[in-house]
């Protein structure tokens, strides 16, 4: 079957304007439009912080004590307790004696009282020395405390803290000097007296010996105040370092960011609480703070448009940053809905 000659001929040019059009150079609007990267600013993730209420960082220093004295005082006591006890039985039975002379008797009376107030003078010795809440005031935990330290498993320490309140402190540790990891103080009460050398409080404490935590070493004394201070946790996803401080942004508005000075003396868990800047419910980014800190120090490297006022003015260079002047970001897309 032969093709009609008009029909040969309109394929024929179309197939012309076809390979024409691919070959044809690009415009100039199209080149650029091909050139133009395509960048999208990363997502700026937020979070509001929550009211809390930290402890009080308490430091003081601590002293393992040696032991001997109040070893050797539980021996007075033990020696007393029996001759206290041997003579009050005996003056029982010379009471119910009907065979014995009366001087005899007046000689148990007087012996039994001398015993019991040798006995009674040990305890208040011990009470005075060691505090009313001492643990080993009672006779039968007393004995198995005294066993403990003397096969040295463990020992007596004396804390001191410059500055606190007359409140027992909380979650006591204490770190030697030379080195090591923290131990707990399990057991914690008041002592009578405070130290001349370190002015403030003091408390007595029992702690499982270690290397480290032996008679005559010393330790610091790590504690939380049953005061609180009340504030906010700034994460530590949040903070950017910049001008050698740290700083996290803030939402001021939907899609715009101030940098703010975070303090770094109160680190908790989470991040670091402060006392004051911040209040409860403001919004801190814990996603993209990074791009927007690149973002003050190149202006317009997301943006996308030419509008200089919308541009946020370039911080200091590092080392002259003022603290006091907060420094305004601009971020695009930035959800105010916290991150799955």
């Not at 320490?157 to 402190?169: G, I, K, N, T, V």
């Amino acid at each position: 079957m032969k093709v009609p000659a008009i029909i040969r001929t309109l394929l024929m040019v179309g197939s012309v304007a076809f390979l024409a059009g691919c070959n044809a150079p690009h415009s100039e609007e199209a080149e650029e439009r091909n050139n133009v990267p395509d960048v999208v600013p990363p997502p700026v993730h937020t979070i509001e912080l929550a009211a809390s209420n930290e402890p009080v960082k308490l430091e003081g220093i601590g002293t393992v004590l040696n032991p001997d004295t109040l070893l050797q005082l539980d021996a007075d006591i033990r020696s007393a307790t029996v001759a206290a006890n041997f003579s009050h039985g005996q003056l029982e039975r010379f009471k119910a004696s009907t065979m014995l002379s009366r001087q005899t008797l007046e000689n148990a009376v007087r012996q039994e009282g001398i015993d019991a107030s040798q006995l009674k003078l040990l305890l208040t010795r011990l009470q005075q020395s060691w505090g009313d809440k001492a643990p080993f005031l009672n006779a039968d935990a007393r004995q198995t405390l005294m066993a403990e330290i003397a096969n040295g498993s463990r020992a007596v320490l004396r804390l001191d803290f410059s500055d606190m309140a007359a409140d027992e402190p909380r979650n006591v540790r204490v770190v030697p000097l030379r080195g090591g990891s923290e131990t707990k103080v399990d057991v914690l009460w008041a002592a009578p007296s405070g130290n001349l050398a370190m002015p403030g409080v003091s408390f007595f404490g029992l702690i499982n010996a270690g290397p480290g935590l032996r008679a005559g070493d010393r330790a610091r004394v790590i504690a939380d105040s049953p005061e609180r201070l009340k504030g906010v946790v700034i994460p530590s996803s949040a903070l950017v370092v910049f001008g050698g401080k740290s700083w996290c942004y803030v939402e001021t508005e939907p899609a715009k960011y101030e940098r703010k000075v975070v303090s770094l003396e109160a680190p908790v868990d989470d991040g670091f609480f402060v006392a004051s800047g911040f209040d409860p419910g403001t919004r801190v980014v814990v996603k993209g703070a990074s791009v927007l800190l690149a973002r003050e120090a190149a202006p317009g490297s997301f943006d996308d448009d030419d509008d200089d006022d919308a541009r946020p003015q370039a911080p200091a260079t590092a080392g002259t940053a003022k603290p006091a002047a907060s420094s305004v970001a601009q971020g695009h897309s930035a959800p105010t809905n916290d991150p799955d």
